[in-house]
């Protein structure tokens, strides 16, 4: 296939595997699956989850003699990314910030690697899908509790942080639900299951307040009705979103005052701070044009001579690599972003329904990671790590999915 290099996707290396090599399999499958299930609730165990994952692979690779990997063109273009990054870091104000930045793109190029090259069956795949929608239920469950007994003015989920970055995870999370609802055929309780969890995490969405994650949202639904060719599902999921929308404002959320802001841009002053912090950030390419100023050390800038308040970032994906990894890391970037848009179209939709699943929820948050990304900075630590995992499924899914 055009998408693959070196190696199939998801194939095995073929020989009779001893007994270390299991106990490392099993080690790298455990802590995969510790990470998802864990990912939006707790830190720690997210952590603990990847480095034994990470250790597993290592040894089962070292156990069999045979560190080949698979490299789609993606994975090519991530890996640029990412040196570029390391690059930029070596040369950063901060140096331990700059590092620290590229360490949030290796963690997620690793995943994605290990995830490719090892993911070689249907049971596999669909472990780890449904491990997706159990963390989301269990994140969203944990953010609408705390929200509800007023923790928190909006709602955020434990490790996700911040509402803006809970929200893009959420609504990555819904493509995913969405298109498990549409495609999979489960058997009735399994649908209830799946589309409760739908319906709490679109609610969860709307209580963050995250104008920039409801516009994603909705750019994504339209990207999933195109191949879909009924407009009957996305027009229930657009009147739920308008009578939970409806409903908020009747209980006295401020959700009308955000509606507003939508209406009338010139009046948020929100949006007119990010156009100063976007100035900034072209304007700051004069001191370093090639390599910006350092993945994380946005802070650094002289805030004062480009004309904006003193931010740790630039309130944009696009304007903040453009920053902190200069024109060779933006150029990196676009040139990932244009070989995700190609893959995908190529990889349109088969018959197959786990395969269509995947292919939607992938594309979904890659539209997600882009439309949120003018105004957000979107490839969060735990965001990035979704993304790039439900991407590495769509992937091993064209390989290995068989028609159920």
Known sequence: MDDVMLAKVGASRGGEDGRAVRYADAAFMGGLALMILTLPISEALKNIGYFVALGGWVFKQAARGDFRMTFTPIGVFLSIYFFTSLLSAAFAVNRWEGFRGAW??????????????????????????????????????WGLVSYLIGLRPRLEIKSLGHSNHTAWYLVMMLALLISVLLFMDWRPPAKVVVGGIT????????????????????ASLLFLAIPLRRWQPILGVALLTL??????????TPWATHLEMVAAPDQDVSLSDRFRLWKGSVLSLEDRPLLGIGPRNFKYLDHERYGFKQMSHAHSLFFNVIAERGLLGFLSLLALFGCYAYVGIRRWPS???????????AM????TIVVAGVANTTLHTEGAIAFWSLTALMLASGEAAKPL
């Open 351 to 361: 018959k197959d329904s786990l395969s269509r699943v995947l292919w939607h929820a």
């Open 104 to 141: 949030d793109v290796f963690r997620p190029l690793s995943i994605f690697l290990m995830m490719v090259n090892e993911l070689d069956g249907v049971g596999k795949i669909r472990f780890y899908l449904w491990l997706f929608v159990a963390s989301t239920g269990i994140g969203v469950v």
């Open 364 to 367: 979904g948050s890659f539209i």
């Open 243 to 252: 009578a939970l929308v409806a409903g908020l404002q009747a209980w006295g």
């Open 199 to 218: 319906g709490a995490t679109l609610l969860a969405v709307l209580l963050t307040y995250s104008r920039g994650a409801l516009v994603a949202f909705a």
